[in-house]
């Protein structure tokens, strides 16, 4: 229970504890899901998880994974998938520079491949606009 909850007092002689999403995502990020956390609870508490914490573990499963940030990386965002396919054409470091595709019209770059393809794009003449 202590992986995805954090302890939050006694209460005559009964341990509290507090739902903590942090330590759920950590708990979700070693591999585990609410079919796992569920074995675990019947496992050491002898009876199924409570239906809202099966519940709240389900919800937040639902939520996991579908948003990544990359500290790390560049996200080059054109106009449209157009304009991203003349650059995948027109300059050949571009494709190199490409970490993954993320949707028709953006990519994420390796970050030190940033300066020199805005260096390219300027020289080719596009007009990149730079958002820190």
Do not use: C, N
């Amino acid at each position: 229970m202590l992986a995805w909850a954090k302890p939050a007092g006694l209460s005559r002689s009964v341990a509290r504890y507090r739902l903590d999403v942090e330590r759920l995502h950590q708990t979700f990020e070693k591999g585990e899901d609410p079919t796992s956390l569920s074995a675990a609870w019947r496992a050491g508490l002898g009876f199924d998880p409570l239906p809202e914490i099966a519940s709240w573990w389900e919800t937040w499963w639902s939520r996991y994974g579908h948003v990544r940030i990359y500290p790390t990386q560049v996200l080059l965002q054109t106009r449209d998938a157009l304009t991203l396919e003349e650059l995948r054409v027109a300059l050949p470091s571009f494709q190199d520079a490409i970490v993954s595709t993320l949707t028709p019209e953006a990519v994420l770059l390796r970050s030190e491949a940033a300066d020199i393809l805005l260096d390219d794009l300027a020289r080719q003449g596009y007009m990149p606009k730079e958002i820190a």
